[in-house]
């Protein structure tokens, strides 16, 4: 089945700063990448995501590239806001959802 | 319009007691997932729905745990004999359309359940 991965697991960044963060996936067959948000005691949201015959997708501070060949791909905030901070998860598609573990993202004023 | 609630948000169990959650899904929405989510961990896939049809329920860790639909709209989901690593959020997620054609997803709030 689909496995992925996700890296890094804790990330501190200054404000204005940018933050990328990568999944890396096992099965070719996956064909949905979505990005979720889920701050503290609240639900995940989906914040972008990109669909497999697509390499890259831009919404305003928040992008993401897919890279098929490689299997990964990865979220790019750039001018970070202290209200960014947040985990982060990435997941992938092919019968059902499969989530990364998730990145602490923390953003510092 | 309303996004998808979940019920109770709390439930403490003492083990061995059996438990039910309630999702309601977003109105219209055809497809309906359950997930289990342990404290620092990604969401885990459990079971999924098209309407009122079960169609993978690969992810349920054993036969104590049971879901259903019965009209196609909201679900529920069973753990019989709750054991201490039961204990996590279940969330519940709705999409308008079929798992084949429309992907987004929208979470509920989840259920925070607490085996002692």
């Known amino acids: 089945g689909e496995n992925v991965e996700q890296h890094p697991s804790t990330l501190s960044v200054q404000e204005g700063d940018s933050a990328v963060i990568k999944c890396t996936y096992s099965d070719s067959a996956s064909n949905y990448f979505p990005w979720y948000k889920q701050e503290l005691g609240k639900r995940p949201q989906l914040i972008i995501d990109i669909r497999s015959n697509v390499g890259e997708k831009k919404d305003q501070r928040i992008a993401v590239t897919l890279n098929k060949t490689a299997k990964h791909f990865s979220l790019h905030i750039t001018e970070t806001q202290p209200e960014d901070s947040a985990v982060y998860f990435c997941a992938a598609k092919d019968k059902n959802f499969v989530f990364g573990p998730g990145t602490r993202l923390s953003v510092l004023p | 319009g309303a996004g998808v609630s979940q019920s109770p948000r709390y439930k403490v169990a003492k083990r061995g007691q059996d438990v039910a959650l309630r999702c309601d899904p977003i109105?219209?929405?055809?497809?309906l997932f359950w997930y289990q989510q342990a404290l620092g961990q990604g969401p885990e896939f459990l079971t999924y729905f098209q309407n009122e049809a079960q169609l993978d329920k690969s992810g349920l860790p054993s036969d104590r745990f049971f879901a259903e639909r019965p009209e196609g709209s909201v679900s529920t989901l069973k753990i019989q004999r709750t054991q201490q690593e039961d204990s996590a959020v279940y969330l519940c997620a709705s999409s308008l359309a079929e798992m084949g054609q429309g992907y987004e997803q929208y979470f509920g709030p989840g259920t925070r359940l607490t085996v002692t």
């Open positions: 109105s219209g929405h055809v497809s």
